[in-house]
């Protein structure tokens, strides 16, 4: 089987003139992983790396260790999952269409990856902070955050707590545990890690969580996130974000040889689980086992989040130069909202009718607090923040050079 | 002669040098199946094959680090880093290594690459899709450093630049992608169809680093620009009716210092413009450089007219790009002095 | 008062901070159990414990991109950089996300971080031991860059680093960590005992960053200098017997451009001293600053003294190391012109 | 077992005021792990990884799989080992004695891991391309690279072959496969990767090896080579020499909670082992089925290589301040020279007079060799390089300002 040496270039299952094809892609039946005791290590953590914990079933049960595991989810939580998820993808919906209208100049959905941040927050307490990347604006849904708010840093007018400075979706909240998103890939997530040592040293109790999408694992910041928390073990969850899309890029042109996304952390003896992410139930049950392991001071845990990016990278970009058209509807691991409202009906806590009254109901509502934002100014209508902004917050104290160039601007 | 815009003027350029020199490689993220995001390399990896036009991982140090490794074994790699603002993972590699690899090993091993970058602000991308990075290379010794601000000379610098002994940092203007760019708020622009500089040949052609090129002649002022402030440049001289010299730099590293000397000793002003931060800007260079070789026949102080110490803002950008009023207003100032 | 050699201040400067501030952490490669290379933390983590200073795995950017990630949660991280050389891989971390997380939160999140480093040649270190990289920082919204040149300084600049509340580059002449240094071509200095500046008070005081120093008063020409090249300024000017006034920087960012400007006013000629490349490095911003507020005083063009834009040889350190001789020449020559 | 999160700070088995203390470390016997296919894939090669490829046992036996892989070694190659080994040797000792008398500037030994350079160097074939450290002179050896340039590298003189630019020991010399040599740690990792990758599309049939530290497989370098290499697959050995220490930081400090660093690239999956090299015949073996791997077109693989620092860091190091005097002697491993010293012994091949006698000869043979590169220029007495040779090489062309600016030198 000698061969000559040559390159390889991995190739996603489909092209935009082809049929979508997840044939290669193993899922394995819900229910199949058992729960690891909260101090895992990495080395018990092979099958969790390599599997993928599941627990809503294609019929819409809740079936295995996980879901026992988060029975005593009481039934308002889960209905809360679904409010969140809807909001969350009425928002998206909503100022896609804004941006379109050219009222804002960039917008970037998260469609089918709802469950992940609105299952992990709402296992999250006040004072535990989030270091997400442009796509978890879920985070903040279920995090209770003003609508107001969020819509105003889209529009950067007065209600943008970010006073117009960074492009729309780079949300930044504090009081929220929202970190300030960056541009640049991957920086956040050792960041996080030193945030966490931070809370370590500090003793306060609370834990912190990275985000990066599974395209940005190769930045270098990835390994230092991962080598730092093995070094010295702060509360942190590694959280990876693997929708089998950067932009253009094939999932396969990250992974490389790795079995996975969650093995390569396992390789730096972080314990590392897999997940479908679509599926709300297995979402809140393993976020909730990594925040009590983390908070019990076993150190970090990476979990990776598999999913798909339904909808175009950001308003800049058409998927169907380089994927087939219809490869969402043929994703195997289904829609989050639709798979957790099938089992809300199964388990007689929700109905059709129900859900189509709580669309509207939260249609109504996130478009009534779009208008208000609105009315202080779009892209198409602008009362723009004031430009002396700029130089707000350069420094804690202005210098004197900042001083004569806000003068120069007029200000 | 064929129109092309700046983005199908690079295109072009690294279309003929595939095709003539099997060692040319490009690569870069979404740069092979897609094109690129800019779509400067759209259908070349159809035409080229997948190992000559590939997509990388989001690593931006792999992605110059393998060309390093690559062009010391005999490569030509032509890498795009998406943005010039996501260059800084690949700082090492560029300014440590491909820089100092000829001088390092008494030029055993050397280091012919091209890093092209999408640089500057005018598209409401913020803070971290705007940024002009040229001073952070032009203070590299072993670099050049090249912008042009036309197809013609995009297409022409490129090709010099891949076919050039050693590493060259390759700065698009992404403002003048398209269109010429006067600064006008709206953040229209005509197309390069309706310029004279949008003509460009086909085939092989070059155009040399390390020449500036006289974009109007003019006797009162001598305005150095680069990239999109070439245009911005010539938007201010119309609103102020002051007669400059505009001299677009091309290449800032080697510097045209000769063209620059000539201007400013006959016009006996200057004013600097970029769009970079202003403090230890490429300007702050310039004016030393113009002012040691020029001092006897200054008229006035040199003036800045640049970007300020200060995120690239998002809403109020336009507060924050030097615009024709601000340089319109430093040539009368400098007419004044 | 007791003597202290730079090495001995800085050490003295985190040594009050750890033990005033619980916030504040020193950490990087090597600075733990050993102390560091240039031992500048030894003793400290015997003191203050593991979990306040401490060895960190060798990848700069995970040692500041950890700190940014402390800075925001409140606490005071003082990190080093081995060499300035190594910066490199931090530099994304630097100057994308400490510099500009205040300005990008609208001020909620902020980074009160230090990143020292050992800057400069003259040591026989080599390309990769003997950069000067403060152009590279000083380009950038965001970041205060420091040097010190005299054990005094050291500490009370260090104080103020730390405590200050956004990120400092801290950046440390290491030619001058045992005595300050004359450009002797033996490579010999005597001791920081042997020197005023040697004497650091005990305790809590701080320099203000920001602030320039008189180093000696003259009235024929302005000589700019900061670390090293503060001695190498005043060895030329013994040398040459030009009345020249010696203005330590201390801080190039902000830059106290007042003390600059009076003196040049006064003396109407200005040489700037850098030991780094010369294009685009630091003298190019200072000369622009200084010909723009002094224009109408100027009696010559403004001189630039640096390291060629070369990398930094091994064997003949000295022809590139800008010595004495060499500023004497320019000094002689801003006096002639 | 909850427990508040602390932050764990890694420790070395012993500091000075202790006795050496190897007793963690795991030393299989010789002979156990067998030779795997050379198409080996990551999944398969964790016995490899974690375990460790040990050929010549305490009794200087050269056993099991490995052994018969190699057994058509010829005894000059054995021999020539040997030789290889004691040059390394002789040349480290009279150089740092050099530096000692301030002759050079500057200097680094490789002492006790002398069998790793010269047992792989000896494997490649003319054309291969190695991206070492500072410390991998023992490839230049086995190369036959001539010790004048060598020399003339440390005392940079008239002989030196990059004319002083570099500090000492930063030898570059592409005809014996050694690339130029960075300060900058890690970065040669991921050029080897590129290089590699030249091969495979030119289809020269040459092959790339990168070497890096224990230490350094902290930095981002590291992370972007194993990366791209999962993804391209060239043929490229990517060798990661672990000596336990990185200037005064233990070793734990970069391996944090991963089992080997074996094993964290088996997380990329790119197939690893681990060997013991202090082992000549280990190294000339596994070396030996890289090489083959490689060449044959089966992708990267990556190989710790398990050995000791024996030296300081380097001459401006001094190891006394962080670790037992005599830690080197208790290393478990032994000596790579005494070891195979035993073994050529033990088969009939070497004597002790033989080798006192090898020992007195190669050092004469390095003195003269010295003494010759000395008479050109030391530290002490210098004739040094022309100061033009900073100009030159910076361009292919030198562009005017560099003209102007030599011209102010003087030249
Ligand atoms: C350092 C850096 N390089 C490149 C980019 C450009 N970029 C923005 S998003 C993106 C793709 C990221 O994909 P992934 O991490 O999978 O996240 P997803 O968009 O799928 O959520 C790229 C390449 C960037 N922002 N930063
Ligand atoms: C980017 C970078 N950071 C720091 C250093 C300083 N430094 C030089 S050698 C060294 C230790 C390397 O240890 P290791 O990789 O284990 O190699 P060894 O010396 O043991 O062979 C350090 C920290 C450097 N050269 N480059
Ligand atoms: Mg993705
Ligand atoms: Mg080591």
Same mark, same amino acid.
């Given at each position: ?24 892609i193993?899922?394995?039946?819900a229910g199949?992983?058992d ?6 290590q ?15 079933n294609d ?12 029975a ?6 889960l ?8 909001t969350?993808r ?10 379109r209208?050219?009222?804002?100049s ?20 006040q ?10 604006q ?13 819509m105003?840093?889209?529009?950067s ?13 780079m949300?930044s ?44 694992t ?11 928390a093995?070094?010295y ?13 950067a ?16 093995s390569?952390?396992r390789?730096?003896g972080i ?5 479908d ?10 976020s ?9 001071g ?12 339904v ?22 691991l ?7 409202k ?10 059709e009718e129900?859900h189509v ?10 478009t ?15 009362k723009?923040?004031?430009p ?24 | ?7 199908e003027?690079?295109?072009?350029a690294?279309?003929v040098?595939?095709?003539q020199?099997p060692k ?5 993220e979404?740069?092979g ?22 997509d ?5 140090s ?6 390093v490794?690559?062009a ?7 890498v ?5 603002d996501y260059?800084y993972?690949?700082y090492d590699?560029?300014?440590q ?5 000829r ?17 500057g602000?005018?598209?409401f ?8 990075p &040229? =001073?952070?290379? @032009?203070?590299?010794a /072993? ?11 995009a297409?022409? +610098?490129?090709?010099a630049?891949?076919?050039?002994p ?13 269109g ?17 500089a949008?003509e460009?040949?086909?085939?092989h ?9 006289i974009?109007r ?16 440049a010539?938007?201010a001289?119309?609103?102020?009716g002051i ?7 091309r ?8 063209t620059?000397?000539a201007?400013?000793e006959?016009?006996g002003?200057c004013?600097?413009?970029? &769009? =970079?931060t202003? @403090?230890?800007?490429? /300007? ?13 026949? +200054?008229?006035?102080?040199?003036q800045r007219v640049?970007g ?13 790009f030097?615009?024709?009023d ?8 400098t007419?004044?002095?």
């Amino acid at each position: 089987m000698t061969q000559k040496p040559k390159l390889t270039f991995p190739q996603p299952p489909a092209r935009p003139d082809e049929a979508p094809d997840f044939s290669s892609i193993d899922i394995p039946p819900a229910g199949a992983l058992d729960v690891p005791p909260l101090d895992l290590q990495a080395s018990d953590s092979r099958d969790y790396a390599n599997g993928m914990i599941r627990v809503l079933n294609d019929e819409g049960d809740a079936v295995g260790p996980w879901a026992d595991y988060i029975a005593d989810l009481d039934p308002d939580a889960l209905l809360q999952g679904l409010r969140d998820m809807l909001t969350m993808r009425a928002v998206d919906q909503r100022l896609l269409n804004a941006q379109r209208q050219g009222k804002t100049s960039f917008y970037l959905l998260c469609t089918g990856e709802e469950a992940i941040g609105c299952g992990f927050q709402r296992q999250l307490d006040q004072g535990d902070m989030n270091f997400p990347t442009y796509r978890q604006q879920s985070l903040l849904i279920a995090a209770d955050y003003p609508l107001r708010d969020l819509m105003g840093q889209i529009y950067s007018n007065e209600c943008d707590p970010l006073e117009g400075r960074q492009l729309p979706i780079m949300h930044s909240s504090r009081d929220y545990g929202f970190f300030s998103i960056s541009g640049n890939l991957g920086t956040q997530y050792v960041q996080a890690v030193g945030w966490a040592m931070a809370n370590a040293l500090s003793n306060n109790g609370q834990i912190a969580a990275g985000w990066i999408g599974d395209g940005a694992t190769a930045s270098n910041d990835f390994h230092a996130a991962l080598l730092s928390a093995s070094v010295y073990r702060p509360p942190v969850i590694l959280n990876i974000v693997n929708n089998q899309w950067a932009i253009s890029t094939y999932t396969g042109v990250a992974t490389g040889g790795s079995r996975t996304y969650a093995s390569r952390a396992r390789g730096y003896g972080i314990p590392a689980l897999r997940v479908d992410g679509n599926d709300y139930l297995a979402v809140a049950a393993v976020s909730k086992w990594a925040v009590e392991r983390a908070r019990a001071g076993h150190g970090p845990v990476a979990i990776e989040w598999f999913t798909y990016r339904v909808a175009a990278h950001s308003t800049s970009d058409d998927p169907s130069a380089y994927r087939p058209k219809d490869e969402a509807s043929a994703w195997p691991l289904g829609d989050p909202v639709e798979r957790l409202k099938a089992h809300l009906i199964q388990i007689g806590l929700w109905s059709e009718e129900r859900h189509v009254q709580a669309q509207a109901e939260i249609l109504d509502h996130v478009t009534t607090v779009q208008k208000d934002v609105e009315s202080y100014g779009t892209f198409v209508n602008p009362k723009p923040t004031s430009p002396s902004t700029i130089f707000k917050g350069v420094y804690a104290e202005m210098p004197d050079h900042l001083r004569r160039q806000r003068q120069e601007m007029g200000f | 002669m064929p129109k092309m815009t700046m983005i199908e003027a690079l295109r072009d350029a690294m279309d003929v040098k595939l095709a003539q020199d099997p060692k040319v490689l490009v690569f870069g993220e979404d740069v092979g199946y897609f094109g690129g995001v800019f779509r400067c390399t759209a259908g070349l990896q159809a035409k080229h094959g997948e190992e000559r036009v590939f997509d990388t991982p989001i690593n931006e140090s792999a992605i110059v680090g393998m060309a390093v490794g690559m062009a010391a074994q005999g490569m030509r790699p032509c890498v795009e880093v998406q943005f010039a603002d996501y260059v800084y993972p690949a700082y090492d590699q560029i300014t440590q290594e491909a820089a100092r690899l000829r001088h390092r090993s008494n030029e055993v091993f050397t280091c012919p690459l091209v890093v092209r970058m999408p640089t500057g602000g005018g598209i409401f991308g913020g803070q971290t899709h705007s940024q002009s990075p &040229e =001073a952070l290379f @032009t203070h590299v010794a /072993g670099l050049k450093v090249v912008i042009p601000s036309t197809p013609y000379d995009a297409k022409g +610098l490129l090709i010099a630049a891949i076919e050039d002994p050693d590493p060259v940092v390759f700065l698009e203007p992404k403002r003048l992608y398209n269109g010429p760019f006067y600064g006008d708020h709206s953040g229209k622009s005509v197309g390069w169809a309706q310029h004279p500089a949008g003509e460009v040949p086909e085939g092989h052609y070059t155009v040399d680093i390390g020449k500036a090129d006289i974009r109007r002649a003019g006797s009162d002022v001598t305005i150095l620009a680069y990239g999109t402030m070439v245009y911005v440049a010539e938007a201010a001289v119309e609103q102020s009716g002051i007669d400059a010299e505009i001299i677009d730099l091309r290449s800032l590293l080697p510097l045209d210092l000769e063209t620059i000397k000539a201007s400013v000793e006959k016009t006996g002003r200057c004013v600097v413009v970029h &769009e =970079a931060t202003r @403090t230890s800007g490429f /300007g702050g260079e310039l004016i030393a450089e113009v002012q040691e070789a020029c001092f006897w026949h +200054l008229k006035s102080p040199l003036q800045r007219v640049t970007g300020w110490d200060a995120p690239y803002p998002h809403a109020t950008e336009w507060d924050y790009f030097p615009g024709p009023d601000r340089v319109a207003r430093a040539l009368k100032k400098t007419m004044e002095d």
